[in-house]
Structures are given as structure tokens and as C-alpha cells.
């Protein structure tokens, strides 16, 4: 019983403190594991506040698979913008709801058998909408999940999030 009321406690605290969306001049982390038909990508990278309700980011991100003999890397690099919604719908403030678009570059590279496979193909860039939304634990610290995104990343994502 001890250890629930701890618990309770530590999470009572936590939510006392959060705080979002992230505030102009305002930076942040993002590391986590996508959804894909390419395997399964591993991402991090950063948002930054340019105003009130608005971020610009950057992203990288890398993946592997093996399917009949090939074995497929693909390595992302990827900008967003976001709005984040916490204003116009009254949501509390460890919550942060967003909605965005992205622009996405992917280097493909296959081998079979051990040799390199030229791929140049539409896939290369990829163009795409996401919404997503972060839960605050405390000031500096969220979970985050986001569906959509671009080609390579279009299914989702599920990681943390890091004020700095």
C-alpha cells in the first residue's frame, strides 16, 4: 500500500509541474521508434518554439529490413512544422495536441547477395501530414505519439520528449 500512495504521490507532483505546448524560443528532444512497411525506424530529433503556438524541427532517422535476399538501410532526414492546439481548445497544460506537415529526403541502399543495388527511385522524397500529442510527466519531461508523417516514417511514432 506504501509503495501506491508513492506512487500516487510522485504522479500527482509530476502533473503538477508540467508544462507545454513548448513556449517561443523554446527547444526540444525528441528520440523514439516509428511504424513502417520498411522495418522498424529508430528517429530523434528537435523542435524549436518560433511563436506562440508554432514549431519548426528537424529529424533524422535510420531503418533496416531484409526481405528475399536483399538487405534494405535507409537513413531520413526530415523538417516539420507544427501548430499545437493547447490554446484554441482549452487543453490542460501537461497535455500538447499538434497537427503539421513535414518535407523528407530518404537515401535508400539494398544489396543482394552481397551486392549493392542502385535505387533511385520516387520514393527518394516524401511529403506528408502528421498529428500528434505529447504527455507532460513533469516540466521537462513527455511521451509522445504521432500518426502520419512522410514515406518512410508514414505510420506513426511512439517516443519521449525532452525540454532543454
Known sequence: MKKIALV???FTFALSNAQAPLEEGGLQLNLGVG????GTPVYAGLD???????????????????TSGY???????????????NEI????SEWDLYGGASLSYYNW????????????????????????????FTDKL???LQLGGSSALSGGKLGITLKL
Open 35 to 38: 511504424t513502417s512497411g520498411w
Open 142 to 144: 513527455a511521451i509522445n
Open 89 to 92: 481548445l482549452n487543453i490542460p
Open 48 to 66: 524549436y518554439g518560433i511563436a506562440r503556438n508554432f514549431t519548426l524541427g528537424g529529424e533524422l532517422s535510420y531503418q533496416s529490413y531484409n
Open 109 to 136: 541502399s539494398s544489396k543482394f547477395d552481397g551486392e549493392s543495388v542502385d535505387y533511385s527511385g520516387a520514393d527518394d522524397i516524401g511529403i506528408g501530414l502528421q498529428v500528434g500529442g505529447r504527455y507532460f
Open 71 to 85: 538487405k534494405n538501410s535507409i537513413l531520413g532526414i526530415q523538417a516539420n512544422g507544427n501548430y499545437h492546439f
Open 8 to 10: 500516487f504521490a510522485l
